[in-house]
Each structure stands twice: as structure tokens, then as C-alpha cells.
């Protein structure tokens, strides 16, 4: 027993044993063949018999040393221990040395010669790694490496897959690292095939919708909203031409998007408005990080630099007329310097078909250029009636790249968000609400800013709807249009971009990525 326990402590220090030693019981070898048989005693390690001691050529041979040491041969009570010139049988509990002998694999190859000044060195095996990939490829899809070694597969999805740690399996007991897209291998054993399955990644609004799982409705806009969305909720309503659109309301902590860099390397942060009718979604600037109070690409801009003509309502204009189109607002300017200067390099990524609404129908009284007081439509929905819409009912009205969902009319894709949105997220005409999402990026450095929302034409002066910055934050108000409030852009995402990663909160933003396919799609 006590040798047995001794060799196997030996055993268990061998480094790389499971590499280069034979997990067997065989080591009774005896007669002139040296059949070895099985011992009941002694597994993956034992003692030399007496019968090879002999063959291999005893007292002549290098097993001859000055020590004295134990072999597997026994007679009855008795064990044979070889001495430096004598091989005696001796009791079961007499004291002697040990030379432990282990199988090596037929396999192993060497270095060195094998002479004292030159012995024989295992060199390490190698392995051979084969990756069979769905969806996809590797390079390389083969590669050779030691038990030692690891080996790092470069994951080449097809468009608009991903790697799924979960969906890599191997037929051997390997290690896998996931690395962005690499696969690193290591811990090889034995010739390894891993088959690894590439995930769709999913579109994001999609992605929205799945992490959004209780969907609501809404039908009281008559008050502030401030109920926290748990990180779980959105809200339906219908929408342009009828169809849905799922809308963010309240406290959120999920609607986080990072997209995008400006002109000084500085990653953009958005939040998510809505998913829009064609599945496109919507994004409001929120600034350079999730906390930022300043969100304006412009803190002192007038709408338009006159109020005497209703027509400078216009997100663009002709004077004189009630939806021209032939002259930008100031807002507009100055979100399309800022879109060429800090978004053309992701306008792939942007919905050309999405609608911003300026809405200029005539709500009460009768439009005219310099005449009578009347009021716009949103006037009445947002002030009145407290009855927002999405819908954008006149196609001059509905500013767009693509002439296919409205007037074609816009340089850029971008705009700003509506009066109606800002009720449906929340705020109230005239009342301060500090306690919603669209509030929280917008609390400082403006004391208010622009919608896109035309709000009456009142003797001689055009007004539209603002939103309280530093001042009255998260209200709902109107001005003339040539004072200067802060601009917020808005953009929409196209419907086929891809979520590639995140939860939408503040530490986990929404990533996006870009199909090929979709980069020239218009949505």
C-alpha cells in the first residue's frame, strides 16, 4: 500500500502525464515474451519485474545502481528487490527504494539521441483543429497546434450574423474564448472538429420590441406622464396611414442608442422616440454621453430670422404661401450643416423614406399670409383637445428624401420632433416636467428649444411650439419664431439595420450595423 501511494503522488506531479503516459493497468510482465497482464494494485504507474530486469540485461545493463529497489515480482508473502549486485526476496514491510515505470505512446516523437550527454527530449504533440461554420466561415478553417498552445480563428459571419458562444460545439473537451470576432482555442487534447453556428442578429426594432415585452396603450393626454417604463414597457398607437407605431412614454431606462462619431471623434448618444410605421425607428439627439444635460447642435438659433408672414412657420417656406417649399428655415440650415459635417459618413444608415412632420393645416379661422389670427391644427390637438396624433396628413407637410411617402423635399434626412411627440412622451402644454426621458438630455445649456410643430399665426407674428431647457424643463409652449431657442435633431434608423449589440440602458447602449443589402436601400 505504501508504495502503491507513493507512486501515485509521484504520478500526480508529472506535468503533461495526460500528453505523454498510457493510462493502463498492464504492468505484470513476465516470461520470455514479457507479456504484460493486468495488476490489480497498480494503474498509469508501477515497478520493473524481475523477468525484465533480466531480459533488458541485469546486472550488465544500466539498471544496475548502487540502491537498492523494489520490483512487481512476488512469491506468496515475499517481494524480489534488486540490489547493487543480488536480487533477494525480502518481506512485504522491508524498506527499499522506488523506480516508478510509466507506458509512453508509441507515437510520441523526440529529440536528442538518446546518450547521457544527448537524451532523448518528447517533443509536444500537435493537434489538428478543424472549424465547420454555418452561416459563415473562419480563417483559417484548419489549424494545427499543441496541447500547450491555443490558436485564434478569425469569425467571418455572412451579413447580418454574428458569433453565438452557445452555438459553438466541439467533439473533443477543448477551451473556447470568445474574443469579438475570435475564436481562440486552446487545451487540445486530441485532432478536434468544432462546429460553430453564426446567429442572425436581429433588426433593431425587432430587438426593441423583444426587450419591450409589455406592450401598452394610452389614451389620457391631458396631464404630465412620468411613469417609470421598468425597463420592460412600450406603448402603441396608430399611426401614418393607420399602421402601428410603438412609442417610448415617461421614465426610461432602455431606449439608449450609441451611434455615430462628430467631426471630433466624439461618439454620439441618442434616444429612442419611436419605432416609426414603416418600422423604421426614431432617435433624438441626447448629446456625447447617456448623462449629458446640453443636447444641441445649436443653443441660440432663431427658427426664422422674421415673424411678420405665416408662412415662416415652414420648416421650409415660400413667403406668401401657406406649404412653399422654397426656402430652408434657419432650424434647417443648421441641422443640415450639422448632418453633413458630422453624419455623412453614416447616411447609409439613415431612412430616406421617413416622415418629419410640419404640420401646417389650418385648425381654426382661415389661413392667410398677414391677414387674421388663426390657429394651427396642432394648436388645437395639443392644447385643446388634448388629442396628439402621428399621423402627418398633408403630404406637403410631410418633409422627406423619398417622394414616395412625402414631399421629397429635405437635403438631408433629419428634422425635429414634433409637439404631438412631445405628448405622447410625456409633456404637457404649460406645464413643467422635468420627470421624462425626452426632459433629461435637454435640462441645461438652452433655456428652451425647437419642435417642429407650427403653432398660430396671431396678428402679425408666427408662432411655433418650443420645449423647456434650463427653464421650465420638459414643457410644452409656443414663441415667435425669430427668437433663439436650441435645436435637437431627430433622424430615423432605416427599418433593415441590425441591433449588433447592447440593452438599451444608459451603461448598455443599442449598437447598429449595417447589412450591405440595406446600406442602398431607402429604408
Known amino acids: 500500500n505504501n508504495s502503491n501511494i507513493n507512486l501515485n503522488n509521484f504520478h500526480n506531479i508529472l506535468q503533461q502525464k495526460d500528453l505523454y503516459t498510457v493510462s493502463t493497468n498492464k504492468f505484470i510482465c513476465e516470461g520470455e515474451n514479457l507479456t504484460c497482464n493486468s495488476s490489480e494494485k497498480y494503474n498509469n504507474i508501477g515497478l520493473i519485474n524481475v523477468d525484465e530486469f533480466n531480459k533488458i540485461g541485469g546486472f550488465d545493463s544500466y539498471l544496475k545502481t548502487n540502491s537498492s529497489y523494489f520490483t512487481l515480482t512476488e512469491a506468496g508473502n515475499l517481494v524480489e528487490k534488486i540490489t547493487n549486485n543480488n536480487i533477494e526476496s525480502v518481506t512485504h514491510d522491508s524498506i527499499s527504494g522506488l523506480r516508478p515505470v510509466v507506458y509512453v505512446p508509441g507515437e510520441t516523437k523526440v529529440t536528442g539521441t538518446g546518450k547521457y550527454e544527448d537524451p532523448y527530449i518528447f517533443k509536444e504533440k500537435t493537434y489538428i483543429v478543424k472549424i465547420n461554420a454555418k452561416n459563415g466561415t473562419t480563417s483559417p478553417t484548419t489549424a494545427e497546434l499543441t496541447h500547450a498552445g491555443s490558436y485564434t ?20 473537451t477543448v477551451t473556447i474564448n470568445i474574443d469579438e470576432n475570435k475564436i481562440v482555442i486552446s487545451d487540445v487534447l486530441d485532432n478536434t472538429t468544432c462546429n460553430v453556428e453564426y446567429s442572425p442578429i436581429p433588426l433593431l426594432a425587432d430587438k426593441i420590441l423583444t426587450d419591450n415585452p409589455n406592450v401598452s396603450t394610452r389614451s389620457n393626454f391631458s396631464t404630465i406622464f412620468t411613469t417609470s417604463n421598468n425597463g420592460n414597457t412600450i406603448y402603441k398607437a396608430s399611426g401614418q396611414d393607420g399602421k402601428d407605431t410603438y412609442y417610448f412614454a415617461g421614465q426610461v431606462t432602455n431606449n439608449y442608442v450609441k451611434f455615430g462619431t462628430n467631426s ?25 454621453s447617456a448623462t449629458d444635460t446640453a443636447a444641441y447642435v445649436s443653443i441660440n438659433q432663431k427658427y426664422n430670422s422674421i415673424n411678420d408672414n405665416s408662412a415662416y412657420v415652414g420648416y421650409m417656406y415660400t413667403k406668401n404661401v401657406q406649404r412653399g417649399t422654397n426656402t430652408n428655415s434657419g432650424v434647417k440650415t443648421i441641422l443640415d450643416s450639422w448632418y453633413a459635417e458630422n453624419l455623412e459618413d453614416y447616411d447609409g444608415y439613415i431612412s430616406k423614406t421617413a416622415i418629419y412632420c410640419n404640420d401646417r393645416t389650418v385648425g381654426s379661422g382661415s389661413w392667410s399670409a398677414t391677414g387674421s389670427a388663426f390657429a394651427y391644427s396642432g394648436y388645437k390637438r395639443i392644447w385643446e383637445d388634448f388629442s396628439p396624433t402621428f399621423m402627418c396628413s398633408n403630404l406637403s407637410d410631410r418633409f422627406t428624401i423619398s417622394k414616395e411617402t412625402g414631399n421629397g423635399k429635405l437635403t438631408y434626412p433629419i428634422g425635429m420632433i414634433t409637439a404631438d411627440e412631445i405628448s405622447y412622451a410625456g409633456g404637457l402644454y404649460g406645464t413643467n416636467n422635468s420627470n421624462y426621458y425626452i426632459a433629461q438630455n435637454a435640462s441645461s445649456g438652452a433655456s428652451y428649444w425647437w419642435t417642429m410643430s407650427p403653432h398660430e399665426w396671431f396678428y402679425g407674428f408666427a408662432f411655433v411650439f418650443f420645449v423647456g431647457g434650463s427653464s421650465d424643463t420638459g414643457f410644452l409652449l409656443n414663441d415667435v419664431v425669430n427668437n433663439a431657442y436650441g435645436v435637437r435633431p431627430v433622424i430615423s434608423l432605416k427599418s433593415c439595420v441590425l441591433a449588433s449589440g447592447g440593452s438599451g440602458t444608459a451603461s448598455d447602449p443599442y449598437t447598429v450595423e449595417l447589412p450591405s443589402a440595406c446600406s442602398s436601400a431607402e429604408n
Open 153 to 172: 480563428f478569425i469569425a467571418m459571419p455572412n451579413d447580418g450574423y454574428k458569433i453565438d458562444s452557445s452555438k459553438i460545439n466541439c467533439d473533443k
Open 264 to 288: 471630433s471623434g466624439q461618439e454620439l448618444w441618442w434616444r429612442i422616440v419611436r419605432i416609426n410605421e414603416d418600422n423604421s425607428v426614431r432617435l433624438i439627439y441626447a448629446g456625447l
